[in-house]
């Protein structure tokens, strides 16, 4: 079984569906019951649970539910948030702590949960280019991404049996890319970038970034898995699972 958190929408949803049409058993967890539901009909390999993996509790329900499975092949970390996005001397502890709780505590203390079912499994760690390039407005965002990047590798020198791995999964046509585009306290010209990106058809499917990541679950063999900080703008690993309609735009 595939866990995927965040599974409601988004590149979630669409890993979960692509996890599912290659044969493989999920387990999707969010916190809106109404979109895992509608995830889950899609499937009879989808199975799901209503839990808010940023809160101890929620991460207890999804730890009860998962007892009575003696091996997780996977669990992919892709639950997360962007806002508020406004100043860094604006930002409250409370909203701090919030996003830091869903992008960074969440992976960490799933992982801490579920590390013996876990054993001979892999992690997949969903990041982001913004842990290298800080964003005006994006700063508490940035820095959970950039520790998450540092949890996975700290996860591969101390976590042994269990395959880590951090996939930077590029600029993708989802509901947070919305949430950016009609932010507030961002940088003009950052914002145009994004703007221009969507206007011209530049972002990446939900759907080609599934096959990426399912390509990385499911694919590689382990040592390839752990190598690196997964780009998927990086072109020499294109060959080995792109494929038309599937496109990667190129917008530097």
Known sequence: MFV?????????KALARALAARGESVLIVGRREALLQEVARTSDLIQYVCADVSSASGREV???YLRGVPAIRGVVHNA?????IMPLMDITE????QIMATNLDAPLFLNQLLKNQLVGGRVLHIGS????????GWSAYCVSKAALSMLTRCCQLECDGIAFASVMP???DTNMQAQIRNAHHMAADKQDFFIRLKQHNQLLSQE?????LCWLLLDTDTDTYVSQEWDIYEKTHH???LRSPHQVPIWE
């Open 239 to 241: 060959p080995l699972w």
């Open 94 to 97: 409370s909203q701090w702590r």
């Open 4 to 12: 995927v958190t965040g599974g409601g929408s988004g590149i979630g």
């Open 170 to 172: 590029g600029i993708i």
């Open 129 to 136: 280019g913004a842990s290298h390039h800080p964003v005006q």
């Open 62 to 64: 999804l730890h009860a």
């Open 80 to 84: 997360g948030i962007i806002e508020p």
């Open 208 to 212: 080609t970034v599934a096959i990426f």
